[in-house]
């Protein structure tokens, strides 16, 4: 059958075309939607990929990579799929199967009550304070600057185990004119001198507090100087002087 040379372009194009473009059976047809639409998402500034992302989701996944754009998390999978998101100007990052986890946000702060901490009481945390010889050291230079029976009192900051803490007796050498409450990073206990076991009324015949435990010698009854919980360090604190409200 004769066509017009009019309809052999017509034909002729549509094949070209499909045939330039793959768009000549289903498979190939959405092969072209893929690329179209990889070609318009925004690239990822940042992939981390190789490792275990704790997503916290719902579901609590577990992902193998995630891709960052403009500061936000664009998506969580696997390598393969977010190799999608990879661009000529992508920082990658190989976690060699290492966790990633979400930013750790502090919900559980008493901004009032450290800001006091720091602008009132002595400085007893890491880096400054890493062993009970630093501790000592730290006092023993308060105790240099302040007037004779002033407190010295701790920022909420040593890191030491309780057993590893220094005593009575050790706060002593490094203070003997100064009552000294020294607490705990975590707050659940505090270590003091004598002088201020003196001015607490702490001594081997006081009664045990209920929910806190004054540590005393095995052998003597003599309390160390250990106090653990806030009921039994409360009987030496609560003798500190409060800031002012100036």
């Not at 407190?151 to 590893?164: A, R, S, V």
Request: charged share 25%; glycine share 10%; aromatic share 4%.
């Amino acid at each position: 059958m004769a066509i017009s040379r009019r309809e052999f372009l017509k034909i002729s194009g549509g094949a070209l075309a499909g045939a330039v473009t793959g768009c000549v059976t289903p498979g190939r047809v959405s092969e072209k939607s893929t690329a179209a639409h990889s070609s318009s998402v925004e690239p990822a500034d940042l992939i981390l990929h190789n490792g275990n992302v704790l997503t916290v989701d719902a579901n609590d996944r577990v992902a193998q990579a995630l891709a960052i754009a403009r500061g936000r998390i664009r998506k969580v999978g696997s390598d393969l799929e977010i190799s999608s998101l990879r661009g000529p100007g992508t920082r990658l990052i190989d976690l060699k199967g290492r966790t990633a986890t979400p930013g750790i946000i502090d919900a559980h702060n008493h901004m009032i009550y450290f800001g006091e901490q720091m602008k009132y009481r002595l400085d007893i945390r890491p880096p400054k304070v890493r062993s009970k010889g630093d501790l000592l050291r730290v006092v023993h230079e308060a105790a240099k600057t302040k007037p004779e029976g002033e407190w010295i009192y701790g920022c909420q900051g040593f890191t030491l185990m309780i057993q590893n803490s220094p005593t009575r007796w050790e706060l002593d050498e490094a203070s003997p004119r100064h009552p000294v409450y020294l607490p705990h990073t975590g707050g659940q206990y505090a270590v003091v001198n004598s002088l201020a076991l003196k001015l607490g009324e702490v001594n081997k015949h006081t009664t045990q507090p209920y929910g806190g435990r004054i540590e005393k010698d095995e052998k003597t009854g003599e309390p160390t100087g250990r106090l653990v919980q806030y009921p039994a360090e409360d009987l030496v604190r609560r003798k500190i002087p409060k800031p002012s409200v100036e």
